[in-house]
């Protein structure tokens, strides 16, 4: 499996501010994808993170509010833009490498949990 | 209705038992079966992965998928302190997205 790292692990943030996540893999993924945790809540898939061209987005998360970028198969970043308390959460990073015996499996980082004040 | 739905828990059993973790679905898409297990503080970490109907087994882990009544189960034989952890369901139709259940907090007391 596919070793990831997030940075920051955790922060604190005012509201209005804006933080980059960034997510780092050891090895070349065919698939990356950014996820949100709630607490009580389901993880969310925000958005796939697309090498070298727009990620593309789940309903409900919008660009303008959550810019990633992908500039190449070992690396991406997630930014959580004019941050509200409400973006308090725990943010993953997940990626799909090669399949094995055909299929693919999803593996995720270790998290970056986001408090805004 | 949620497209899957788990048992919150919390869920407390003494070590050495036999845990049965659960999770029904609505979507007869699903073909991808997954259970992650997700330690405090830590992202998930892949535990099981079922294609379609039956059963796999590794070590104490076993994972059961029943597709025509929509259900999947994950037993935790010789329960261990260790195994203490939110475990969370997973599954997917032909594409990469999962869809997860809330997870099931898990507390085995020694």
């Known amino acids: 499996s596919a070793v990831i790292s997030q940075k920051p692990s955790r922060d604190i943030c005012q509201r209005g501010t804006s933080l980059t996540i960034q997510c780092q893999v050891d090895?070349?993924?065919?698939?990356m994808f950014w996820y949100r945790q709630q607490p009580g809540q389901s993880l969310t898939l925000i958005a796939t993170?697309?090498?070298?061209?727009?990620?593309?987005?789940e309903s409900g998360f919008v660009i303008d509010k959550f810019p990633i970028s992908r500039p190449n198969l070992t690396f991406s970043t997630l930014t959580v833009s004019n941050m509200s308390p409400e973006d308090s959460s725990i943010y993953l990073c997940?990626?799909?490498?090669?399949?094995?015996?055909?299929?693919?499996?999803?593996?995720f980082g270790p998290g970056t949990r986001l408090t805004v004040t | 209705q949620k497209e899957v739905e788990q048992d919150p828990g919390p869920l407390s059993v003494p070590e050495g038992a036999i845990v049965s973790l659960n999770c029904t679905y609505s979507n007869s898409a699903f073909q991808y079966f997954m259970w992650y297990r997700q330690y405090s503080r830590k992202g998930p970490e892949l535990l099981m992965y079922?294609?379609?109907?039956g059963n796999k087994e590794d070590g104490r882990f076993t994972a059961q998928v029943d597709k025509s009544s929509k259900y999947i189960s994950l037993f935790i034989r010789d329960s261990q302190p260790s195994d203490s952890a939110t475990y969370l369901c997973?599954?997917?139709?032909?594409?990469?997205?999962?869809?997860f259940g809330k997870g099931t907090k898990l507390s085995v007391i020694p």
């Open positions: 997973a599954m997917r139709a032909g594409s990469y997205q999962l869809t």
């Open positions: 993170a697309n090498q070298g061209s727009e990620a593309t987005y």
């Open positions: 079922t294609y379609s109907s």
């Open positions: 997940s990626v799909t490498g090669q399949p094995q015996r055909g299929i693919y499996e999803q593996y």
């Open positions: 090895s070349q993924v065919t698939m």
